[in-house]
């Protein structure tokens, strides 16, 4: 089982940068894959990015395609989304999720196993 605890959100003007962190327990963390997401008011939690358990295989959302990378560090137990460029349309609370590795990176919510509480992310004009 994993526990996950992400930090790093807030508030930030238009074209600027965040990065947020996401803390897990347990010692099976380099196991899984890692996950992104978000939800914006009145809207379903969406697909950001996700990375295999060993970090060589990345995937993006079209949307968020050029302006945000995804990283874990599995000697800290963490995984990372540093989001540049940020715009209004990112305003959402961003959660990161942890699921069963496999040989193609998850982009369903439904996918994934385990999630984090969420971190609101809020982009002025």
């Known amino acids: 089982q994993v526990q996950l605890v992400e930090s790093g959100g807030g508030l930030v003007q238009a074209g600027g940068s965040l990065r947020l962190s996401c803390a897990a327990s347990?010692?099976?963390?380099?196991?899984?894959?890692m996950g992104w997401f978000r939800q914006a008011p009145g809207k379903e939690r969406e697909f950001v990015a996700a990375?295999?358990?060993?970090?060589?295989?990345?995937g993006y959302a079209d949307s968020v395609k050029g302006r945000f990378t995804i990283s874990r560090d599995n000697r800290e137990n963490a995984a990372y989304l540093q989001m540049n460029s940020l715009k209004p349309e990112d305003t959402a609370v961003y959660y990161c999720?942890?699921?069963?590795?496999?040989?193609?990176?998850?982009?369903?919510?439904?996918?994934?196993?385990?999630w984090g509480q969420g971190t609101q992310v809020t982009v002025s004009s």
């Open positions: 999720a942890a699921g069963t590795d496999s040989s193609w990176l998850r982009r369903n919510r439904n996918e994934y196993d385990y």
């Open positions: 347990g010692r099976t963390f380099s196991r899984y894959m």
């Open positions: 990375i295999s358990r060993g970090g060589g295989n990345t």
